[in-house]
């Protein structure tokens, strides 16, 4: 891993986007060769896919050599096999849902790569979000589970579960999913009430299939929400890709009112002056009702940020979220599940299934702390 990021010409970044002639922007190495930290960027950032698209219709793939050229194809035509095979599942998922009276509303990638992207296929993405009421969050899960799917991880806590913004993520039929109760954590900046999203939805039809999807108001706010929460720690491109590609289609369709309402909350209007800033020197368009900056050195930064981490997981540390959560009351309550932790964490943890097992290692468990504990105090000593 290079420790040093690489940071590709802002040019070729909005030429990729506005399909802007890219020829003389391309970063070769040794006659037709890319730099290989240039298609290391574009494949972390999801943008591998609508790079190569941009080739094709910009005529250019003859200048490349022949390996490249097959280390592209490879990458697109396996990315439309896992958008065929993902959309199968969401579609089969919803007449499920639907058959069982659950209205689920399709969020993030899911819905813009079918709304806003000129092809599905150019928006990469690792899994499916779906928003749900707090009455049909978990019967839908249940549901799930009795289809056979399986839980990819265990939260310490049902406590600690309830700071995310959605449950441990599913694996069906080879796709993940991700039930949201909330569109932004209860503790986090910009948090708003469920209700308040729910009542700007819209149904649109996939593929024959009624779903759900936000209005453009509130998909907009929930875009710059969820890339500001990961500016620091898994920052991907593709995001701010998200977000003028929406804007460009639906910008006329914000509702002034509504975002108005999202821009009151505190600290949202110094959080999006960023965002649009960024977007105003890459696009030139910026968000409604934000007057931008121009600090040219912010938007490499925010380039640098996008590159993959040596821990691709991003792990908040117990100390980290103790600072977080306000009040002593909700301190107290994390810091219960960290030292009583279910027994589902248990048996995910040690790697046994049984019940009895699992109630066995809690005293290894508590082994484990005091160790901890007794090293500190001596270490201090």
């Known amino acids: 891993m290079n420790s040093i990021p690489y940071i590709p010409a802002t040019d070729l970044l909005r030429a990729i986007a506005l399909n802007e002639p890219m020829q003389t922007l391309l970063p070769f190495e040794n006659g037709q060769e890319f730099n290989p930290l240039f298609l290391e960027f574009l494949q972390w950032n999801r943008l591998l896919p609508l790079f190569f698209h941009r080739l094709k219709q910009q005529q250019l ?67 499916i979000d779906l928003l749900f009421t707090k009455e049909d969050l978990l019967p839908a899960r249940q549901l799930f589970l009795k289809q056979g799917a399986r839980e990819l991880y265990t939260s310490e806590s049902k406590y600690t579960t309830g700071l995310m913004q959605h449950l441990p993520a599913l694996m069906y039929k080879g796709v993940m999913f991700e039930f949201h109760e909330l569109l932004i954590g209860r503790y986090e900046e910009g948090y708003l009430p469920p209700e308040v999203f729910f009542k700007d939805i819209q149904p649109v039809s996939l593929s024959g299939t009624e779903v759900y999807i936000l209005s453009p108001t509130v998909q907009l706010y929930h875009l710059l929400m969820h890339a500001e929460k990961h500016l620091h720690g898994s920052n991907r491109f593709i995001w701010l890709y998200d ?84 009040g002593l009351r909700l301190k107290i309550r994390f810091m219960a599940g960290k030292i009583f932790p279910t027994l589902a964490y248990i048996k995910r943890l040690y790697g046994v299934s049984s019940t009895f097992k699992a109630l066995f290692y809690y005293p290894v468990l508590y082994g484990w702390y005091l160790g901890k504990m007794w090293r500190i105090w001596r270490k201090e000593k």
């Open 61 to 127: 793939t003859h200048l490349i050599s022949a390996t490249t050229l097959t280390y592209l194809e490879d990458k697109y035509q396996k990315n439309i096999f896992i958008y065929l095979q993902r959309k199968k599942v969401l579609i089969e998922s919803l007449e499920l849902f639907n058959t069982n009276g659950i209205k689920p509303v399709l969020l993030k990638g899911s819905t813009l790569a079918e709304t806003i992207y000129e092809n599905p296929v150019l928006r990469p993405m690792t899994d």
């Open 243 to 326: 977000i003028y590609f929406l804007l460009q289609q639906h910008g006329k369709n914000i509702d002034p009112k509504i975002w108005d309402a999202f821009l009151s909350q505190p600290g949202i209007i110094k959080t999006f002056t960023k965002y649009s800033a960024w977007l105003r020197q890459l696009f030139g368009i910026s968000l409604p009702g934000i007057s931008p900056s121009d600090n040219k050195t912010d938007l490499i930064e925010y380039i640098k940020s996008c590159r993959r981490y040596r821990i691709e997981q991003h792990h908040v540390g117990t100390f980290t979220m103790l600072r977080k959560l306000p």
